[in-house]
């Protein structure tokens, strides 16, 4: 056991690296959880504990480094936890390998476009009059919260895309924005496991170290090195998705 938990902290630390940076660390933390046997439901739970206090970590980072557009964050982390429920309940009335077909075709699409467009990640803003911006914040907060509830992985990912090509924010304030917006559906997440009791706190509170540890790595990295970093680990972050919808599917 001691072993498998030194993998699952190592996965722990890489997924928190990545999700600091492009989204999508729990296509690496939660297979993790899976492989040293911790039942699917508390592996959620035991996860959002990790990476909710993670994600405060780099979220944190980024407001000192005044990446973070709060506007944007507060209005789309509103409009993503109404979002969020209704994308539950929807998942409940449509299978939900409609979607898996839809993004096994979108996600390469994206791949392509992020590494053709010269211009990805720029780093003058160009954020649209306040109505527009409101407007488009609750329209991607929403949205995406609704892709969160029904479906989930790569959401960070996404939201930090449309973020950068839809408002006009700078690669690295949607970076850090993404961060305050996942952070608000993780607690919130976090509280349902927690109150039904799928929180493992005793080896949450370990992978915590190492997910702080991670987080505030690729915080730094991002900061430090901007759109270098964060384009080759949106690509992996969406191979990563695209293994998982395939995997899954075939």
């Known amino acids: 056991m001691e072993g498998s938990k030194l993998i699952l902290f190592a996965c722990i630390f890489l997924g928190g690296l990545v999700d600091s940076i492009a989204?999508?660390?729990?296509?690496i933390t939660l297979p993790a959880y899976y492989a040293v046997g911790i039942p699917p439901h508390m592996a959620l739970g035991t996860n959002k504990f990790a990476s909710s206090i993670g994600t405060f970590t780099a979220s944190l980072r980024f407001i000192k480094g005044h990446q973070v557009n709060f506007k944007v964050a507060a209005v789309a982390s509103v409009a993503a936890l109404i979002g969020s429920p209704l994308g539950?309940?929807?998942?409940?009335?449509?299978?939900?390998?409609?979607l898996r077909y839809?993004?096994?075709?979108?996600?390469?699409?994206?791949?392509?476009m992020i590494l053709r467009k010269k211009d990805f990640g720029q780093e003058i803003e160009h954020e649209p009059p306040i109505l527009k911006s409101v407007l488009l914040s609750i329209a991607i907060g929403f949205s995406l919260g609704m892709y969160d509830g029904f479906f989930g992985p790569g959401m960070?990912?996404?939201?930090?895309?449309?973020?950068?090509s839809v408002l006009g924010l700078s690669i690295l304030r949607s970076c850090g924005?993404?961060?305050?917006?996942?952070?608000?559906?993780?607690?919130?997440a976090l509280v349902t496991y927690a109150l039904s009791g799928n929180v493992w706190f005793q080896i949450g509170i370990q992978c915590t170290i190492f997910s702080i540890l991670g987080n505030w790595v690729g915080a730094g990295l991002a900061l430090k090195k901007g759109v270098k970093i964060v384009r080759p680990i949106m690509i992996v972050t969406m191979t990563l998705l695209?293994?998982?919808?395939?995997?899954?599917m075939f």
């Open 242 to 248: 695209l293994i998982k919808i395939a995997t899954e």
């Open 88 to 98: 539950a309940k929807l998942a409940m009335a449509i299978d939900e390998k409609y």
């Open 156 to 164: 960070g990912t996404f939201l930090t895309l449309l973020l950068n």
């Open 23 to 27: 989204g999508g660390g729990g296509l």
């Open 102 to 112: 839809v993004l096994l075709i979108a996600v390469p699409i994206i791949a392509v």
């Open 177 to 188: 924005t993404t961060k305050i917006v996942n952070l608000s559906s993780n607690v919130a």
